[in-house]
Each structure stands twice: as C-alpha cells, then as structure tokens.
C-alpha cells in the first residue's frame, strides 16, 4: 500500500562521551498519499531527525518505519525508498553538483541507469515542472536562491519521487524566492497529486498544509489541521512555536471584546472578517 | 565616528574572464548609535557591502571610511602591508556576526571560544577574563552554568549567543549582522532580537543587520536600505520605504504583514495608520477605528464608499 508510517519510533544520537540523547520518543505517525502534511517544533525538538527517517537516511534504534511496505531498516530496500521519498535541504549551494542545470538535474536518473531518451525526457519534464526551461545551460551558481531550491528539486523530481519532503527548504531564501518556491510545490501538489511533508519554522507556510505535527522535546505533541493546531495557541508558545499573525492579530481582537471567528489563519480572511465586523456596527 | 561610503566598487575576480560587478558607485552613510536593516534579494550585494566595514574586502575603487580610518580602492585590490595594521584596527572596532555564526564555534569550552579573540589581542588573562565575562552578561548567558561547557551541547539559540559574544569581547563600537535570526525557532528569533535591541540601546552600539525578514527589519531598524544589483534602492525610515508597495513589489522584496493588512483596510475605507509593525499597535489601531466608527458618521461615509472605493 502507498503510505509512509512511522510506528513507535526512538532515535537518539550520542554525545561526545558515548552517552545516547534521545531525539526521537516513542513517535508514530502516518503520511498518506497526497497530503499535504507541516511538521513544525523548536530548534532540538526531532523534526529533522524524524524527516531523516522518511527515507532511510536515518533507521530508527526502536520502532519501524515503512515507505509503501518497504522497511527502512532494510538496506536492500534504500535505494527504491530513496528514489521513492526525495528530500530537499535547507541550502541550496549543498545540494548542487553540476556545471549547468540540466547536467545537475540529470545527475539523479543517470545514475538510474536509465536508457538516454528516457534521461532526457525526465529532465525536460522535470525543467518543465520547476519553471526553469529557460534556464538549462545556465551554471547553477548564477541562479538566485530560490532558482537554485527550484533546481534542488527538479533534481529530485527526475526520480520520479511519490513523497516530496522539504527540510527547511525555505529559510534561507529572499522573500520572493520563498513565495516561488512555495508556488512550485503548491503546483507539484495541486496538478500533479505530489504528496508532500514540509519541516519548517515559517507560521504562514505549515498553514498552507492539510495536516500539521508539532513536535516537541521528541514527541508527537499535537496533530490536526491548521485551524485546529493553531487553536491550541498556549501549546504552540509552550513548545516555542508561535502562530500565525492574522490569527494573533485576530485572537488580541477577540480578547478586547471584538466577536472574531477564532479560525483566521490567513490575511485575506482576516480582512474579510474585519469588514463584516464593521458592517454590523 | 560614522561609517562613510564614496562611490564604492567591488568586482570580483577583476581581470579575469569571470569578472562580475557586485557593487556599483554605492554611497551610503551610517551614523553612530544607528540601527540599519538591510535588505535585497539574493545576489542584490548585501553581504560584499558588510565585508566592506571591517576590511574583509577592500574596495575595486571607491572609498570605505570607519571611525576615520580609510580604506580606498587600491590598485591591486587587495591590501598591502603597510595598511595590515589599519586593517587590524578596523576589525576590532567592527565585529561581524555571519550566517549560521554557530558554526564556526570550534574550543572545547565555551570560555575558551568567547576568549579566542581577547587572547589573541594579547590581553592578559585578567583583562581576558573580564571581556569574557562581560559579553555573557550582554548576550544574556549565565557564566556559572555554561562557561566550562562544550559549545557543541547548547541549543541553537545559545550557541548563537555564544558566538555573538565572541564578537562582543572584541569590544566592538559597531556590530554588523548577516541573518542573525535564520534558523531559528520563533523564540529564538524573538529572544535575540530583543537582545540586539538591549544592545543597542544600552551599550549605544551602532547595529547594521541584513534580514530577509521585513516583519523583523521593520519593527527594528531606525533606518532600511533596500539593495538592488548593486545599488541603493529605496532607503528612509521603515513607514517610509513600505509605503511605496509598487517598488518594493518590482524589486521582490515584501512588505511586513501588519503593513499589509493595513494598507488593505485602508483601501476599503478603513482610516488607518499604516506605519504600524507590531500586532499589539495592529490591535489598537483597529479598536480605534471600530470604536470610532460606531460613534461618529464614518459608518454611514464608509459603507456608501467613500470616493467611489470598494469599502466595507
């Protein structure tokens, strides 16, 4: 069956004496195919730890992880997980290896194996998919911040990838290289049913999301859809999270005496909400 | 002393076929006790304008003047010996914090990493001792618990604290920031950025800071400077430069989301003030104008349109 789940998993990492610091607690989780799925938590909280086991990077010490039935402790099984869950880092300079885009690009397939024609088709539609046709021959370390994040994931697209999972992919990016990003997985997601898992510190993105986690001290602390994980405000501040501002700015409103839906996650709604107060005035 | 740009170039890889021109004719003053935000897009020259304050790079041509030391354009483009020791000097007067500063923290203690500068200034272990001690006050970190700990065990927040008072123990008059906050966690973020306010009201140290955060920038600086290829923009005071939402739009940068929802009230009617950048003054503007509204005839101006505008 298509589906990632994590079930009872622990991971820790040793500390230069040899002692285990738990990462990860006893956490279970399931990624179903095309969601849409934010995983937010502090600084130390395990997310990047838990998205490091979505495709083997990392295998659990207790617990199990599969990719569509596959284990990740399986070694034989890595390299279909990894073609299957492709992963984008947080700085794109790390993750380029050619001289021009469609050489970075192809650098996945070919090292498939995959008959020529078929390289070059999926470059092309993997070109096609991030915006960069225009692009091709250009030298990677021309490109802005966030053309470079767009070639870091076309190159995981011409894997044929089912799971898109991005890991901060956005955070140190300009604003607009952020928002084309964020259009280009909006897009994969929409057209193409990509199934997607962001780990990020950015409030408006994980509301972009169907489902958020929040992860916190290396456990699952709360799951459910934005309106109701931002809810859970006092959690979210707890766990050094915050939310996002329209709700803030909707939620100081409500406390003044102001009747506000309580779920106003984003800006256009807000001012809709604000317009009907006036109204009623 | 303020920091004075003239007519600053920098090329990269000069005489050679890869040259490229990252700043062109920039002129830019920055006076004391100042808190500038710096903002472009990618590749716009933030970071080759603020390796220009401490002498990482000097300048193709043009002239660079901190606390009255000049750096000019030389013919080579790199320093030579004679100006090794003005360089030196400039260094320790302005400290830079670069992105991800934490990892660039490399002694077993983090006494030892706060010390590595002092020391190697020549200070005795005294005088070291008092500017270690000094900067983990400022940066807010308890000497008691942490000082004989490995840098490596701290959260991500502390080891930035770490790292900035590494540059702090330099006994900088001028702090100079590339992304402080990137990477960070919302508490984080808020917890060092209330720390470079303390900073700079309280120690008067002149804060140059490039963000890719506008809500950030906005409620920080006195004063924005927006890059573009190379050049100086768009600059003034923050309600000055986020009021012209054409140009920041055409140059890809963003406006912070309270002056948004401002100016988007502000066209419905709305009459709001929209130089705000914190949610708390967001709020009582708001409270203002629907507690305005329900006693004066606004309502009715408004829900007519006023000017033919939409409204609400």
């Known amino acids: 069956m298509a589906l990632i789940t994590v079930e009872n998993v622990s991971y820790s990492y040793p500390d230069p004496s040899g002692q285990p610091i738990p990462a990860l607690k006893n956490v279970s989780l399931t990624i179903r195919p095309g969601e849409w799925v934010a995983i937010l938590g502090a600084n130390g909280s395990g997310k990047s730890t838990l998205a490091k086991h979505l495709n083997a990077l990392l295998v ?49 397939p070919e090292n498939l194996g995959l008959p020529p024609r078929e390289i070059v088709e999926r470059v092309e539609k993997a070109l096609r998919d991030v915006g960069l046709e225009g692009m091709r021959t ?34 140190m990016l300009d604003p607009v290289s952020r928002r084309e990003v964020l259009e280009t997985v909006r897009h994969l997601h929409e057209n193409q049913g990509m199934t997607v898992v962001t780990i990020t510190h950015d409030m408006d993105e994980a509301a972009l999301a169907h489902r958020i986690i929040v992860m916190d001290q290396g456990s699952v602390l709360l799951e459910g859809s ?56 | 002393m303020p920091i004075e740009i003239a007519k600053l170039n920098y090329v990269y890889k000069r005489d050679t076929p890869l040259a490229s021109q990252a700043l062109f004719n920039m002129d830019l003053q920055i006076a004391d006790g100042e808190l500038v935000g710096i903002i472009g897009r990618t590749g716009s ?15 193709t ?36 914090v670069f992105q991800y500063p934490e990892h660039q923290l490399f002694e077993e203690t983090v006494y030892d990493d706060i010390a590595y500068g002092p020391r190697n200034l020549g200070l005795t272990a005294t005088e070291t001792k008092e500017r270690v001690l000094q900067a983990m006050d400022m940066v807010g970190i308890d000497a008691e618990k942490i000082a004989q700990r490995s840098p490596l065990h701290l959260s991500g927040g502390q ?29 984080g973020r808020e917890q060092l950025l209330k720390l470079l306010q303390r ?21 920080m600086a006195s004063r924005l400077v927006l890059l573009d290829r190379g050049k100086v923009a768009l600059q003034g005071r923050p309600e000055e430069v986020f009021v012209q939402t054409e140009k920041i739009a055409q140059l890809g940068m963003d406006i912070p989301f309270c002056v948004k929802l401002m100016h988007r009230l502000k066209e419905l009617g709305w009459p709001v003030n929209s130089g705000i950048f914190e949610n708390e003054a967001v709020v009582e503007e708001i409270l203002r104008v629907v507690q305005a509204s329900k006693d004066n005839e606004w309502v009715r101006h408004s829900r007519n349109g006023p000017e033919g505008r939409a409204s609400c």
Not at chain 1, 74 to 101: C, H, L, Y
Not at chain 1, 142 to 171: C, F, H, M, N
Not at chain 1, 247 to 257: T, V
Not at chain 2, 47 to 57: A, F, K
Request: proline share 5%; hydrophobic share 40%; aromatic share 4%.
């Open chain 1, 138 to 171: 250009r030298p990677p370390h021309d490109l802005s911040g966030g053309q470079k994040q767009r070639v870091a994931i076309a190159g995981v697209l011409a894997l044929g990838p089912e799971y898109l999972v991005l890991d901060e992919a956005t955070s």
């Open chain 2, 199 to 219: 900073l700079h009201r309280e120690w008067n140290l002149t804060i140059v800071m490039v963000s890719h955060h506008m809500d950030e920038v906005a409620r």
């Open chain 2, 159 to 187: 080891k930035r604290r770490v790292a900035l008072a590494g540059v702090l123990a330099m006994r900088p008059r001028k702090l100079i920031l590339d992304e402080p906050t990137a990477g960070l966690d919302p508490r």
């Open chain 1, 60 to 108: 659990p010490k207790e617990g199990r992880v599969s990719v569509n039935e596959l284990d990740t402790s399986d070694k034989e099984s890595w390299f279909d997980i990894r073609r299957t869950v492709g992963m984008v880092f947080q700085n794109p300079d790390n993750q380029i290896v050619a001289t021009t885009v469609e050489e970075d690009i192809a650098f996945g």
């Open chain 2, 61 to 96: 041509s043009g002239t660079v003047i901190v606390d009255e030391i000049v750096v000019q354009g030389t013919s080579a483009g790199k320093a030579n010996r004679d100006v090794r020791s003005k360089f030196q000097i400039l260094r320790e007067r302005v400290g830079i």
């Open chain 1, 226 to 281: 934005p309106v109701e994980v931002f809810s859970q405000s006092h959690l979210l501040i707890q766990a050094g999270l915050e939310v996002p501002p329209a709700l803030d700015i909707a939620r100081r409103l409500w406390d003044k005496g102001l009747s506000i839906d309580p779920d106003v996650l984003t800006l256009d709604k807000l001012v809709n909400v604000l317009c009907r107060l006036k109204s009623l005035n």
């Open chain 2, 45 to 59: 020259g933030k970071s080759t304008l603020i390796q220009h304050l401490n002498g990482l790079l000097a300048p």
